[in-house]
């Protein structure tokens, strides 16, 4: 087992920093969950400047049914009793996250939004640039 996490990765062993795992990372059981799924998503806006882009993110993603056994399976357990969850999800599985998220027996505190301020505008109208985090 790796006891270290490389957080560059430049593939340059001068540049990359090992730090030890037992000093970022806590031991279980965790007060808060903070937790950012692959849902499964597909790009839009393809460009012409870019004839090589398919519609295929550059990570994997799975559907919600594999997120939340995943999570059930190996991120849950690793909770205390009383814990605190943050999971972000874009509109498009705002409802699913949160019907999931019920069936666990967890109860929404608030929906934050993350304004990034940037993003296309579709026929320069609404911008769709947030992302929510609907658990507390």
């Known amino acids: 087992m790796n006891d270290s996490l490389n957080i560059f990765d430049t593939n340059d062993s001068q540049t990359d920093v ?9 031991q279980p ?17 393809l460009r012409k400047s870019r004839p090589n882009q398919d519609r295929k993110l550059n990570y994997e993603t799975l559907p ?4 939340f056994e995943l ?3 190996q991120i849950f357990p690793l909770a205390s009793k009383t814990h ?4 972000w999800t874009i509109d ?9 998220m019920e069936l666990r027996n967890y109860k929404r505190h608030a929906r ?11 026929a320069f109208t609404i911008r769709y640039t947030h992302e929510r985090s609907p658990r507390r």
Do not use: H
Not at 18 to 26: F, G, H, Q, T, Y
Not at 36 to 43: L, V
Not at 64 to 67: F, N
Not at 92 to 100: A, H, P, Q, V
């Open 18 to 26: 090992a730090i030890p795992l037992e000093r970022i990372v806590s």
């Open 84 to 87: 605190t969850v943050f999971i």
């Open 92 to 100: 498009e599985f705002l409802r699913e996250c949160e019907d999931e």
């Open 64 to 67: 919600t049914k594999e997120i």
């Open 71 to 73: 999570l059930d399976e």
């Open 112 to 122: 934050m939004i993350w304004d990034k301020q940037n993003g296309i505008a579709p």
């Open 29 to 45: 059981p965790y007060d808060i969950l903070v937790i950012d799924p692959p849902w499964d998503k597909r790009k839009g806006g």
